[in-house]
C-alpha cells in the first residue's frame, strides 16, 4: 500500500541518514587526529632544526650565569655522593612542594578573607569564592593532601629507578641551556597529547559520574583544587602526562626539577580563579570548569584541531583569553553583554 511503502522509504532514509552522521562523525574525529599528528610532528620537527641556531644565542647570553650554575651543581652532587637517590628527591619533591604549597598559600589567604581587594578585582567569575566555603574547601584539602602525599610521591619514586635504567639522573654535569630549553618543549607537547585525551576520556559519562565529578565539584575553582580529584584521575591524567616526558628523555634532575615546579605553578594559575596581569590567562581552563564540556587541554592546540573549542571562542571570555598588560581587570575593559542582550 502507498502508506506503507512511504513508511518504508522513511525509515531507509533515516537509517541511511544516521549511517551517513556516524560515518561523518567517525572520518571527522580521524581527520582531527591525523591534524594533530602534522601539527605535533612539525612542531618537533621545527625544534630540532631551529633549536640549535636559535637558543645558542640565548646560551650566550646565558654565559656566566651558566658557570655559577654549574659550580653549585658540582657542589651539591659532591655533598651528595653516594646518596643520590636523596638528592634526587629532594629535587623533585622538596623544590615543586614548596612551588605549588607558598604559591596555593598565598592565593588562599585571598580565597578565604576576601583580601586584598586588590586581588579580588581580577576575580573571573564575579561574587563566587567571596569568600570560599570553609567547609568545602576542607574537604578539598583533605584530598588534595592525599593525592600529593600517597600517590604523587610513590609515582615520584618509581620515576627515580625507571630514571635509573637509563643512565644517572643526577650526573654531575648540567644540560646545556639550548638542550634544557628543547626537553621543556617537549615536556610541554607531550603533556598536552597525554592530559586532552585522558581528560576528554575521563568526561565520557560512563567514567565522568565515577571519577571526574568529583573535580567538577568546583564550577568556580581555586588554585588549590588543580589535584582535587579522585586517585585514580590524579594518576592518569594529573600526574602521567607530567612525569613521562623526563622518563621518555632521561632527563638530567635539573632539568625535572624545574618540569614539576612550571607544572604545578602553572596548573596553579589556570585553577586560581584570578586573570592577573602579567600571568598566563587562566580564562581556557576556568570556562572548563563553568561549562564541562569545552576546553579540555592545557595550551588549546588540540581543542582547537579537535573543534572542542567553538563554544569558547564566541563568548567574552575568549576575548579575554590574553595576557593582561595593565592593571585595569579584563572584566572591567571587556565587560559581559547586558542581561536581556
Not at 75 to 91: P, W
Amino acid at each position: 500500500m502507498p502508506g506503507e511503502t512511504t513508511a518504508r522509504d522513511k525509515s531507509a532514509a533515516e537509517r541511511k541518514t544516521a549511517s551517513m552522521r556516524r560515518q561523518e562523525s567517525s572520518g571527522g574525529l580521524w581527520d582531527s587526529v591525523k591534524k594533530a599528528a602534522v601539527v605535533i610532528g612539525s612542531g618537533i620537527l621545527f625544534l630540532a632544526a631551529f633549536g640549535n641556531s636559535v637558543t645558542w644565542h640565548l646560551q650566550k647570553f646565558w654565559g656566566a650565569s651558566g658557570n655559577f650554575w654549574q659550580n653549585q651543581w658540582t657542589k651539591l652532587y659532591l655533598a651528595y655522593e653516594g646518596r643520590e637517590s636523596s638528592l634526587f628527591y629532594m629535587g623533585t619533591m622538596l623544590a615543586p612542594s614548596l612551588a605549588f604549597w607558598i604559591s596555593n598559600g598565598l592565593l588562599l589567604l585571598v580565597d578565604t578573607t576576601g583580601k586584598p581587594s586588590f586581588i579580588t578585582r581580577y576575580r573571573i567569575q564575579m561574587n563566587k569564592n567571596d569568600p570560599v566555603d570553609p567547609v568545602k574547601l576542607r574537604q578539598a584539602l583533605k584530598t588534595v593532601i592525599f593525592n600529593y602525599v600517597c600517590i604523587s610521591g610513590p609515582m615520584v619514586v618509581g620515576v627515580y629507578y625507571l630514571m635509573t635504567l637509563r643512565g644517572n639522573p643526577c650526573g654531575p654535569e648540567l644540560p646545556t641551556f639550548h638542550w634544557a630549553l628543547l626537553e621543556l618543549a617537549l615536556f610541554s607537547i607531550i603533556e598536552e597529547i597525554l592530559f586532552y585525551y585522558s581528560h576528554r576520556l575521563f568526561h565520557h559519562p560512563s567514567l565522568y559520574k565515577h571519577f571526574h565529578k568529583q573535580h567538577h565539584e568546583w564550577t568556580a575553582p581555586i588554585g588549590v583544587v588543580s589535584i582535587y580529584a579522585h586517585p585514580l584521575e590524579h594518576v592518569i591524567s594529573n600526574t602521567l602526562p607530567v612525569v613521562i616526558g623526563p622518563v621518555i628523555l632521561g632527563s638530567h634532575l635539573s632539568t625535572t626539577c624545574m618540569w614539576y615546579c612550571v607544572a604545578l605553578i602553572s596548573t596553579t594559575i589556570s585553577h586560581c580563579g584570578y586573570h592577573l596581569p602579567f600571568l598566563p590567562s587562566p580564562e581556557f581552563h576556568d570556562f572548563h570548569h563553568l561549562k564541562f564540556n569545552q576546553c579540555y587541554g592545557v595550551f588549546g592546540v588540540l581543542d582547537r584541531l579537535h573543534g572542542t573549542d567553538a563554544k569558547f571562542k564566541q563568548t567574552k571570555q575568549y576575548e579575554r583569553h590574553t595576557l593582561l598588560t595593565s592593571l585595569t581587570p579584563l572584566t572591567h575593559s571587556i565587560p559581559d553583554h547586558p542581561k536581556g542582550q
